[in-house]
Structures are given as C-alpha cells and as structure tokens.
C-alpha cells in the first residue's frame, strides 16, 4: 500500500519552500500538480526531474479511481498546488479524501499557506477566526455573506482582483455597519501590499486603483 504526501510549495517567494518539502519532492515516485507547466518550473528551479501527472478542477472526478490505483502501486506519491498548501480552496481535498477512505496514509507537511500571514500582519484578532475560502462566483454570495453577519471572530476570505470590489460592496450592503477591514495582495512577491481601513473607504480606494495579483480578505467580526 502506498502513501499520498501533502506537499506544500511557496505562494510567491521560492526561498519559502522548506528543506523537508525539497527532500519529498526528490523522493516521490510520481507528483500530481494542480498545474503541470507551474509545478515543472519550480522544479526545475529546485533541479528535480520527477514524473508529474495533472490532478485539477477539470479532471479531478474523472481521474480519481486512476490516481488511487496508481498511489497504491507506488511507495510515496506527491500532491501539490501552484501554490501554498494543497486541499485548501483547490481540489486536492477529493484526493485526500478518497485515499482515507481507501486506507491509504496519507501525511501532510507544514508549509506555506496565505491565511496566517495575512492574519497575522493585518494586525487583527487572531486567537478566533473563520475562514470562508473563496465566495460562489454568481448564486449564493449574498447567502454565504448573511451567514458570518453575526460573528465576532476575525473573517477571511480569498479573492480574485476581478471581484473584490464586488465583494467589498456586498459585504457594505449586507453588514449591519462599516466594519474595518484589511485587503493583503501578493503575499511573498515582490509587491506585496495591506490596504487597511473601512470597506467603504477601501471601496474607493480600489475604485480609483485597479486592484492586481492574488488577494485575501480580513474583516472585523461583529462588535
């Protein structure tokens, strides 16, 4: 029986990668990538040659008896994302989940994640918070946004620069009041920017300045 490795790989800054993911890259007989060509340019970066298998939103359900039967022939298999740590907000989730269920071990390595230094640097409570991931593109935003309208933990949110005006508006119409928030953009790239201040002024900041490059949300739970 084999196992799947949660590999996780840097969110912008290739020097994030650890030593222990490096080692686990090197050994896996075979890696499935969220992204083949992102996945191979790290690897070359880090001089690997391994054998990488797409495993992604578009082929996931299809693929996934495949990759059981193929995890449980190899010894170690690999899974990473294009970036951060896969199974949050991508689909690796499915992988891990039907590999539990299958019984084979799986071991997930610490690593990169954009959510904690984004907490973290926003300078918002973080001994409490909710994660919501990213919001549906079309049905069901105004839903999700009613149901953490009543926290009083620090909220976070992923979001494209395509919608996170959208979002902020959302979240003004729909909260009982102007919260304070915190959008962090390019977390470990070279431009990474914390826009701080309320979502109506962070409205018209992003209205006047086209926003670019991934993007999390931090809001201000319920007072």
């Given at each position: 029986?084999?196992?799947?490795?949660?590999?996780?790989?840097?969110?912008?800054?290739?020097?994030?990668?650890?030593?222990?993911?490096v080692?686990?890259?090197?050994?896996c007989?075979?890696?499935y990538?969220?992204?083949?060509?992102?996945?191979k340019?790290l690897l070359?970066?880090?001089?690997?040659?391994?054998?990488?298998?797409?495993?992604?939103?578009?082929?996931?359900h299809r693929?996934?008896?495949?990759c059981?039967?193929s995890?449980k022939?190899?010894?170690?298999?690999?899974l990473?994302?294009?970036?951060?740590?896969?199974?949050?907000?991508?689909?690796?989730?499915?992988l891990?989940?039907?590999?539990?269920?299958?019984?084979i071990?799986v071991e997930?390595?610490?690593g990169p994640?954009?959510i904690?230094?984004a907490?973290?640097?926003?300078?918002?409570?973080s001994e409490?918070f909710?994660?919501?991931?990213?919001?549906p593109?079309?049905k069901?935003?105004?839903?999700?946004?009613?149901?953490?309208?009543?926290l009083?933990?620090?909220?976070?949110?992923?979001?494209?620069p395509?919608?996170?005006?959208?979002?902020?508006?959302q979240l003004?119409?729909?909260l009982?009041?102007?919260?304070k928030?915190c959008?962090?953009?390019?977390?470990?790239?070279?431009y990474?920017?914390?826009?701080?201040?309320?979502l109506?002024?962070?409205?018209?900041?992003?209205?006047?300045n086209k926003?670019k490059?991934?993007?999390v949300?931090?809001?201000?739970?319920k007072?």
């Amino acid at each position: 029986m084999g196992k799947l490795v949660i590999i996780p790989t840097p969110i912008g800054n290739l020097d994030d990668i650890t030593f222990r993911a490096v080692k686990m890259l090197n050994e896996c007989q075979l890696v499935y990538a969220e992204d083949t060509r992102v996945t191979k340019k790290l690897l070359n970066h880090l001089n690997i040659q391994n054998h990488v298998v797409p495993f992604h939103a578009h082929n996931e359900h299809r693929v996934l008896e495949k990759c059981i039967e193929s995890i449980k022939s190899n010894e170690l298999t690999g899974l990473v994302s294009d970036a951060g740590t896969p199974g949050i907000s991508d689909p690796g989730y499915l992988l891990i989940r039907a590999c539990l269920k299958e019984e084979i071990e799986v071991e997930c390595l610490p690593g990169p994640t954009a959510i904690v230094p984004a907490l973290v640097a926003s300078g918002f409570p973080s001994e409490r918070f909710h994660f919501e991931g990213f919001l549906p593109h079309k049905k069901g935003r105004e839903t999700r946004i009613k149901n953490i309208s009543e926290l009083d933990c620090t909220i976070i949110y992923y979001e494209s620069p395509h919608r996170i005006l959208k979002t902020l508006k959302q979240l003004l119409k729909i909260l009982e009041f102007d919260r304070k928030a915190c959008v962090a953009r390019e977390i470990s790239k070279m431009y990474e920017t914390y826009h701080h201040g309320t979502l109506s002024s962070l409205i018209e900041y992003f209205t006047e300045n086209k926003p670019k490059g991934e993007i999390v949300l931090i809001i201000a739970g319920k007072n």
